[in-house]
């Protein structure tokens, strides 16, 4: 087993889980390892706070699809608003983006 805690299918159901393509990409007024990324999740954009400035240059993450938890409560992150979460897989000191292999209209569904 890798977790230590089993989640229910109806638990990990009430995740909403979109794709949706980084507009914008800034550094974090107040601290050095995050950006503070826009992100279109087809209805609407999103500002998420994120850690991935040691893996990523902006320029990277601009343009990308991205995995985001849209239905998280707006958390203050060092003095900034996050309205989401990206997902990102990590191995030892890898850090990598989930993302979609084929370009789909912003918002869709992860299923």
């Not at 040691?54 to 991205?66: A, H, L, R, S």
């Not at 191995?91 to 569904?109: E, P, S, T, Y």
Request: glycine share 10%; hydrophobic share 40%.
């Amino acid at each position: 087993m890798i977790g230590d805690i089993m989640v229910s299918y109806d638990d990990f159901s009430r995740l909403e889980i979109r794709v949706g393509t980084v507009v914008d990409v800034k550094d974090h007024p107040d601290a050095d390892r995050l950006y503070v990324l826009t992100v279109d999740i087809g209805t609407e954009t999103r500002q998420i706070v994120a850690g991935m400035k040691k893996y990523y240059k902006p320029e990277e993450i601009k343009g990308k699809q991205i995995a985001v938890i849209v239905n998280l409560e707006p958390a203050v992150i060092r003095g900034v608003e996050s309205q989401g979460m990206l997902l990102a897989a990590e191995k030892g000191k890898m850090v990598v983006l989930l993302g979609v292999d084929k370009k789909i209209g912003d918002g869709a569904r992860v299923c």
